[in-house]
């Protein structure tokens, strides 16, 4: 674990004269939004990343669209800060991503802990034990998996879990709320890993399971 004794003693008055209000930062995104629709349409990366993000909509890891009016309902005028949602390529699959850096989060974060994940030779130090207690044996490694595992930690303040994106069809900006951890932002993986930890103690002592994990995929060796 690393702390930062020091943190509150630094003048980051700079940071926050620069971070535009809630609503001023959502009008600018609203106002991006228009004139990218009014001057190239909608791009076909645009309405991918529309349809994958109402996907995961319809799979209960986001909830929307809402409207700026109906987001203002929910959490009060300005009491809320977006996202832009960006698309990215990776193994010829468009990923949507989080801009939090343009957003304003990650240099508004601070985290006092420092990610812990087991290492690779993790089935060597289990499978030299059994054989020490009980002599040649067979070892066997399955490995288990948390599908869409960020979207299912739950997020204390979801009025900053926001996501804004263009709607292909009218170009006006539309938002969508993560009830979990959105991916670009910084506090993300290591808020995450909280549960893995825990879930591999308490399953080693409750049920004396041989379980790590990696992030959020786990070993499991035993005979």
Request: charged residues 25%; neutral net charge.
């Amino acid at each position: 674990e690393q702390r930062n004794p020091d943190f509150a003693q630094v003048d980051h008055s700079a940071f926050y004269h620069a971070l535009e209000t809630g609503a001023a930062w959502t009008s600018r995104l609203r106002d991006e939004a228009s004139k990218k629709f009014a001057e190239h349409g909608a791009s076909q990366d645009d309405v991918q990343l529309w349809a994958k993000t109402m996907d995961e909509g319809g799979k209960d890891l986001m909830q929307g669209p809402f409207t700026r009016d109906e987001m203002d309902t929910r959490f009060g005028y300005g009491n809320w800060r977006p996202i832009p949602r960006f698309g990215v390529w990776q193994k010829g699959k468009l990923r949507g991503c989080d801009d939090a850096r343009r957003a304003g989060h990650n240099l508004a974060t601070r985290m006092e802990e420092a990610l812990a994940c087991d290492t690779s030779d993790f089935p060597i130090r289990v499978a030299r034990q059994f054989v020490r207690k009980l002599g040649k044996v067979q070892i066997l490694l399955g490995t288990e998996d948390i599908e869409a595992a960020y979207r299912k930690v739950p997020c204390a303040d979801p009025n900053l879990n926001v996501v804004s994106l263009m709607d292909p069809s009218s170009g006006n900006l539309r938002f969508f709320i993560v009830p979990g951890c959105n991916f670009g932002l910084k506090a993300a993986v290591v808020a995450f890993n909280r549960v893995p930890e825990f879930m591999v103690h308490a399953s080693r002592r409750i049920v004396a399971s041989c379980v790590s994990h990696f992030f959020d995929d786990y070993p499991i060796c035993e005979p």
